[in-house]
């Protein structure tokens, strides 16, 4: 049957008011005006083009590129909890051969480090997809464990082959100009939200018009039926759709370095691995939900250093408000799921 | 589409409340690179801004800010609303600093244990080795094992300093010290620093010192844990964290800091330049812990005293290579160990 489409959006934005609800309370228990706070919250994040660009769009865009990841390899029936390590690795050869170009054109440059990082966001997660292909492994364990090998070697990296020339902090040399993305004019947004944009757009494609798409989803539903009536090779779709899942979180450490901290750091990630999961749950697999899934959780944040900013809410409060949002939103959406499964069932 | 509405919806409610309108006079941000909670390093730069808000009665805020993309957002943010004056509290803060200020001629950035002045970044240097090296000489006299313990949080030059500090200043008291450290590459995980801390007492390492901000919550739980485990505190007066086991601490007292560059600014001849504190005024210095006064050696009371004075006067260099490890090396000049 078909179901209404505003009820998949108006339940979470329903859930979202009474997370913040619940906020309000807990901030006036707490003793902080919950109107100076909220405001600024949503000052922060949506407050002028400023700062939703700055603040948070530029925060979206690795968010919206690992849930892309993630939710190819879902629809194949993979999990792919690697997404931060992916991120990193993507990140530590972005800063590699961006340090090597400054003598590049800036679009060929540009080009080169993102090419590098999505190819080598595949790398790191072509270990685990063939350890499942050939021996069965679990990727949601492989991949995971990667992710700690992925921050040691940054570690590594910023204190090794990749320490800046002075040799003193644990981080890269600055990119050269040419190695930088562009930003909009009077932002800190790069353009690596038109490639994030690009690629919901190419994934929704693929998902709905191609048979590539169909056949990821019959994986995904039923792999053993996909096998026995379609004459499908699932294992080999589940490890494409891991690379791919891998090459998009590498394009996404590949354009935080590009675009946003133009050196490699150790701390670069805020865990956009693992929020980009929340995302994509929250998106229900569809790419276009994905992105205003990722604009959500990266207003969030941006609100979240308002909120501290602007209301003198302290760090450790704001990251139980965000939290608590978050649980709102998914317990709604999970609710709402459940309440659409009885009505087609 | 549904969409597109949601977000011009969210736009036009952010825009709706309104940001209030920019007071007169000087007001002063703070950025942590961590939480204000870790009892050290970040709780004293915030214990600094209400310090600089009591005293000044100027406005204040702080964020904290822990990856590169949300430092320099924090940076811009506060220079685009007009603060006089931002405190970026580590040496992570530099690169971007320097790239906002160029945007942002009217706001000072003093960047804490930062490399270098640009534009209207200044950086504020603390030599923490100095305070230090005193603990390491009441350190050097008080391990029974001979065998003494560092646990820093990444390899920076400060933290190597106050490492160097700290072991010269124990063999300057008791040559047969030998000393073991470890870098924990985190400043957060107080497990880590637990474990790090206990493989050391394995190791026989009875007296610690540590630069780890939270993470060195977890050498302090360790040593509670071990009968006869000291720990000396760094970067604040941490006697309060466990009165029995810490003897003293080296201290910067980032509030006296802050306070004094904030009246400098808010006085308006405040110049962007190296700013240095170390022993000497007394804004880094060796707290002791008034629970340990009767249990020490009574000469080492004028011995700290007389090498404070020597440090102060310059005739003591608290990170000289010491002595014994030169043997057969010609003397360097300046080197005093």
Known sequence: ?345 | MRPARLLLGLLALGACTRAPAVPEGLRVGLITPGSVTDAAWNSGAYHGLEEIHESLGVPVSHVEARTPAAQEEALRAYAAQGYGLVFAHGYEFQDAAERVSAEYPRTIFIVTSGARTNHRVAPLIFRLEEASYLAGMVAGRLTRSNVIGFVGGVELPPVKAAYEGWVNGATAVNPNVQSRSTYLNNWDDAALGREAALALIRVKVDVFHHNADAAALGVFQAAKETPGVLVFGANADQSALAPAIVPGSAMIDLPRAFLAIAREVQKGHFMPRVIVFGLEGGVVRYEPNPAFTGTLPTDLGPRLQAARDSIIAGTLRPTARPRHRQAGAAPRAGAQG
């Open chain 1, 1 to 345: 049957m078909k179901r209404p489409r505003v009820v998949p959006l108006l339940l979470p934005l329903a859930s979202l008011g009474a997370g913040l609800a619940v906020l309000a309370v807990f901030f006036s228990v707490l003793g902080y005006d919950p109107v100076l706070a909220l405001g600024a919250m949503v000052r922060g994040a949506f407050g002028s083009w400023y700062a939703f660009a700055s603040g948070t769009l530029v925060r979206a865009i690795p968010l919206m590129l690992i849930a892309l990841g993630f939710t190819v390899g879902l629809r194949a029936g993979v999990l792919n909890i690697g997404g931060e390590g992916q991120f990193y690795a993507g990140a530590v050869a972005a800063a590699w051969i961006g340090l090597k170009l400054g003598a590049w054109p800036g679009f060929a440059a540009t080009t080169a480090v993102l090419a590098v990082a999505v190819v080598a966001g595949a790398c790191w997660v072509a270990v685990p997809a063939w350890l499942r292909l050939r021996f069965g492994v679990l990727e949601v364990i492989s991949t995971l464990l990667l992710n700690f090998v992925a921050e040691a070697l940054v570690s590594y990296m910023v204190q090794g082959p990749l320490q800046e020339s002075q040799h003193i902090y644990p981080q890269s040399d600055q990119l050269p100009l040419a190695a930088r993305m562009p930003v909009f004019p009077g932002t800190r947004l790069h353009l690596g939200i038109l490639l994030a944009l690009s690629c919901s757009m190419i994934a929704w494609y693929v998902f709905r018009r191609t048979m590539t798409g169909f056949e990821l989803r019959a994986v995904g539903r039923g792999p053993r039926a996909a096998r026995v009536t379609g004459g499908l090779r699932v294992q080999r779709l589940g490890a494409m759709a891991l690379l791919v899942s891998g090459a998009l979180a590498g394009l996404a450490g590949g354009t935080e370095v590009s675009g946003v901290s133009y050196a490699l750091y150790p701390n670069l990630s805020p865990g956009y691995g693992f929020t980009a999961i929340a995302v994509a749950l929250l998106a229900r697999q569809s790419p276009m939900g994905i992105v205003l899934s990722a604009i959500l959780f990266g207003a969030l944040e941006a609100g979240a250093g308002a909120m501290q900013r602007d209301a003198g809410v302290p760090a450790v409060a704001v990251y139980v408000a965000e939290a608590v949002t978050i649980i709102a939103v998914l317990l709604a959406d999970a609710l709402s799921s459940r309440r659409r499964d009885m009505v087609t069932a």
